[in-house]
């Protein structure tokens, strides 16, 4: 028993860290100044009910692999029951679903 408590101990550490590093500010570079609050660009396109689900869809983007700094756009998708989600003045744009229960990112 205590055995298995200890090899618990990894990895809730790994993930004390993760959601650490999740809600630590990101740097800005200062050749590319941009005025971002709360990680949504100025005059970023967002549907509002989707507002309260962005630190949700960042994560999940973030989760995969991939780079989303600020958001420049958030819309239901046209077909599925994803979104389409714009980051980094839209250089990157992502399908955010659920597939079987679990919450995928894949670039488009």
């Given at each position: 028993m205590?055995?298995?408590?200890?090899?618990?101990?990894?990895?809730?550490?790994?993930?004390?860290?993760?959601?650490?590093?999740?809600?630590?500010?990101?740097?800005?570079?200062?050749?590319?100044?941009?005025?971002?609050?709360?990680?949504?660009?100025?005059?970023?396109?967002?549907?509002?009910?989707?507002?309260?689900?962005?630190?949700?869809?960042?994560?999940?983007?973030?989760?995969?692999?991939?780079?989303?700094?600020?958001?420049?756009?958030?819309?239901?998708?046209?077909?599925?029951?994803?979104?389409?989600?714009?980051?980094?003045?839209?250089s990157?744009?992502?399908?955010?679903e659920?597939?079987?229960?679990?919450?995928?990112?894949?670039?488009r």
């Open positions: 205590k055995t298995r408590k200890l090899e618990l101990i990894p990895g809730l550490l790994i993930a004390g860290i993760v959601v650490a590093l999740a809600y630590q500010p990101v740097s800005q570079s200062p050749l590319k100044p941009i005025r971002v609050e709360h990680g949504i660009e100025e005059g970023a396109s967002i549907d509002s009910d989707l507002k309260p689900a962005l630190d949700a869809f960042k994560f999940t983007i973030w989760r995969y692999g991939y780079k989303c700094d600020s958001v420049s756009g958030a819309r239901r998708a046209i077909i599925g029951d994803g979104f389409v989600i714009s980051c980094n003045h839209n990157y744009s992502y399908d955010v659920d597939r079987g229960g679990t919450w995928t990112a894949t670039l």
